[in-house]
């Protein structure tokens, strides 16, 4: 977290001798993708993960003449632990141990396009990339040392660092890269460890992240300290559509400490030496702004309905019709969701600083490369005169306000040549101006045979697009407020399999007649964009409540009921033995407010199977819900580092139930009103769960699925689940507060 890093080029790293170097060909995201030809026309394999995008080896290994070695990944770590797993994977495959390797993370200077840290995609993507790339470096090395040993290359093998000859003869890899083939792209298909032979994949290993985060050291953005660097707060507009009349900013400019006063059009800045005199001048900023305001918000109280009510693109998304059983019964079902934001524990920050006409930014992004775009078009540059540099933020799972912070860091400091800028949102900013994950409602309904199988099954989802997201200058706040604003891009849904608001809207069980409609708005009366899962959340809340429904109606066990539907095995799998480790067998029946819940689902139908199952306590006198136990199944494919599996799915289970039970953004017709923990409440550790369980269904060999969302759903529907049973009420509407549960209680 130097200035230092800005001056760091692709060309500085190419030059000096000794290095296992190919020139970076840096394509922009998504390119190159498809599966290319061979000369005779036949489709050639694809290249593994990331590599299709940046197919040169040293985009992603960099061996350097004293042994050195450098991963890179166009991924950044975002709290999910995959800076450790990554640099265990390229250890493994290099056979060299982790803290003989460095690593560099998503910076538009050094690291391939790989897009937005995203959809639990860093280990499909960067993973397979870096492993794929290790491997082969590796091969490269050993076949060089056996030109220069004379020694057939089956009788080499790669360790520690070296490779070694039958004879004993051992030569380093810093000697070896000297004289390697510079120009080497990426073949499709690797010489990968086998995992029986694993030294540090597939073994639990501390992060190398958290040290730092608790002991008080420099972990995040908001912590970074530049010699001469200013501080800023921006002053943001009340509400949506306020409009600035007038602010007397002469009057500001002459605080103590005060450097320079920013205005143009709606967008509002102060600049001072120190941090809390930045803050002194922005509210005093703040309270001689005027302001003119509107009512435009809809009513919070009647939220579904809006939502329902909003014009549509219809989408029939699934339509499968077979011969079947008839039914004998029929249940229908509606469930909401509303406003939720990503409450990040850390307002969001960003560093700025325009340099020999070069404006590099520090930002707690999940996408340097759209990121820079979006800036570069704000500030009027090409894309080439701003680079930014990803720096761990404290707090996001999702697009929150961290895009924001960089633009407004950007636009600050152009007006401050040479000056580093810190620029840090406050707590009620936050709250009020990111992006929300979407209200939603869906709509199940479905029939059981005689037999007590679904034989008919309908469902819909209406929500707004899950990405804002950066890309173009409209998507940033401070682009939106200039003189001359960019406009709003054009909201859009997200394509399935991946899916935005339909994510995890087809059912994963066998069913033969289904029908699946996604009613995408295109109106937002919110800002909106990407929270952790995007649509999964709500989906699997819906769907896996629906199955208990159906389970009860039936009256079937709920883990028996979603067995019988299920055919993949891997699914099967992953259910019996969250319920085997749970002892759902044997579970007391409910009662004094004590029930069980049982939840699963396949993220996206296609990364990592996860089930959860819950007990927990409601206190009928207040309605407070307690978590005694949750214990869950997960099969992500190959595992590399099992403790953060664990920690990612520990997470995913506290974050939803603190969703679950507490989360809503609130408002009035005109402004945001849950600007603070009292009026935006989240879990707390007094009410956390009393224990957390993860079993890990290991699959060596076998791709990589992300699991760093398969959670969210799942927990959200057995916390659901569990209510149920305990109250023997069924709670539709998302979140399941005190207030409402001790009503229906008390009924």
């Known amino acids: 977290m130097t200035p230092s890093l800005a001056s760091v080029s692709r060309r500085s790293l190419l030059t000096g001798a000794g290095a296992l170097v190919v020139s970076f060909s840096l394509s922009p995201a998504g390119h190159a993708q498809g599966i290319a030809e061979t000369p005779n026309g036949a489709a050639a394999p694809r290249l593994p993960g990331s590599l299709a995008i940046d197919p040169f080896l040293d985009s992603w290994i960099r061996v350097d003449g004293d042994g050195a070695v450098t991963v890179f990944s166009g991924k950044a770590e975002l709290g999910q632990g995959i800076k450790t797993a990554l640099l265990q994977v390229a250890a493994e495959e290099l056979d060299l141990s982790v803290d003989r390797l460095t690593i560099v993370m998503a910076d538009t200077g050094r690291t391939a396009d790989e897009g937005y840290t995203s959809g639990s995609h860093s280990m499909q993507d960067s993973g397979a990339a870096i492993r794929n790339a290790a ?3 590796r091969e490269l090395l050993i076949a060089e040392a056996a030109r220069q040993l004379n020694v ?23 000697v070896l890269v000297g004289a390697t083939v510079q120009h080497v792209q990426a073949q499709p298909v690797s010489k990968l460890r086998d995992p029986k032979a694993f030294k540090i994949m597939n ?3 501390r992060r ?4 730092a985060k608790v002991t008080g050291g420099a972990a995040y953005v908001q912590d970074m300290r530049l010699p001469g660097m200013l501080h800023a707060r921006v002053v943001r507009p009340p509400s949506y559509d306020a409009q600035l009349k007038t602010a007397d900013t002469d009057m500001i400019a002459r605080m103590t400490g005060v450097v320079k006063v920013i205005r143009n ?11 809390f005199q930045a803050i002194k001048a922005m509210r005093a900023l703040a309270a001689v702004a005027e302001w003119d305001e509107k009512a435009s918000l809809p009513a919070h109280d009647n939220l579904a309905n809006v939502i329902t009510a909003l014009p549509a693109k219809d989408f029939k998304i699934l339509d499968q019709h077979v011969a079947s059983d008839s039914a004998v019964l029929t249940l229908d079902a509606t469930y909401t969701r509303p406003y939720q934001a990503h409450g990040s524990i850390g307002p969001s920050c960003a560093v700025a600083q325009l340099q020999e006409d070069i404006v590099t930014v520090w930002t707690h992004t999940q996408g340097v490369y759209p990121d820079r775009a979006a800036i570069a078009e ?11 540099i990803h720096v761990q933020g404290s707090g996001c799972y999702g697009h929150n306000g961290a895009d924001d912070a960089a633009a407004d860091a950007a636009l600050i400091a152009v007006a401050l040549p040479g000056k580093p800028i810190r620029l840090q949102w406050m707590r009620e900013q936050e709250h009020a101006w990111e992006p929300y994950g979407p209200a939603m409602v869906t709509k199940a309904s479905a029939s059981l045979d005689m037999a007590g199988k679904i034989v008919d099954w309908k469902y819909a989802v209406w929500s707004n697009t899950h990405s804002m997201r950066p890309g173009s200058a409209g998507s940033l706040l401070a682009a939106q407020h200039l003189a001359k604003p960019f406009p709003v891009p054009e909201p859009r849904p997200i394509p399935l399999p991946e899916g935005g608001g339909d994510r995890n809207a087809l059912p994963i069980y066998a069913l033969p007649n289904v029908e699946v409609m996604h009613h995408f708005l295109p109106q937002m009366p919110l800002r909106v964009s990407a929270m952790r899962s995007l649509g999964a959340y709500m989906n699997i809340f819906s769907i896996e409540s629906f199955m208990d429904e159906l389970a009860k109606a039936a009256k079937d066990d709920p883990v028996a009921f979603r067995l019988k539907h299920l055919e993949d095995p891997r699914a099967r799998d992953v259910v019996a033995l969250a319920a085997e480790r749970f002892g759902w067998d044997k579970r007391p029946k409910p009662e004094n407010g004590r029930g069980y819940g049982f939840a699963f689902a396949r993220y996206k139908n296609l990364a990592a199977y996860c089930a959860i199952a819950m007990e927990v306590e409601m206190d009928r006198t207040t309605g407070r819900i307690h978590v005694k136990r949750a214990v869950s199944a997960v099969d992500s494919g190959q595992v590399v580092n099992p403790d953060g599996v664990r920690n990612q799915i520990e997470g995913a289970i506290l974050q939803s139930t603190s969703w679950t039970l507490y989360e809503n953004v609130t408002f009035d017709e005109t402004r945001i009103t849950s600007v603070d923990w009292a009026t935006y409440p989240i879990m707390r550790f007094n009410n956390s769960p009393d224990s957390v369980d993860v079993h890990i269904i290991d699959k060596p060999g076998l791709p ?9 759903g799942p927990a959200a529907a057995a916390v659901a689940n569990a209510i149920a049973d305990a109250t023997g009420q069924r709670f539709r509407d998302l979140p399941l507060v005190p207030a409402k549960l001790k009503l229906a209680s008390s009924i």
Not at 208 to 211: A, C, E, N, T
Not at 265 to 274: C, I, K, Q, R, Y
């Open 704 to 712: 990589f699925l992300g699991a760093g969302e398969a959670g969210q």
């Open 265 to 275: 059009g709606n967008f509002l800045a102060v600049v001072a030496d120190h941090e």
């Open 152 to 174: 057939p290359i089956e009788q080499l093998k790669a360790e520690n660092g070296v490779v070694v000859a039958p004879d004993g003869n051992k030569l380093a890899y810093g």
């Open 378 to 388: 704000m500030l009027g540059l090409p894309r080439n005169k701003v680079r930014c």
């Open 135 to 137: 491997a082969q470096v």
């Open 203 to 205: 073994t639990s290993m």
């Open 208 to 211: 190398v992240d958290i040290p």
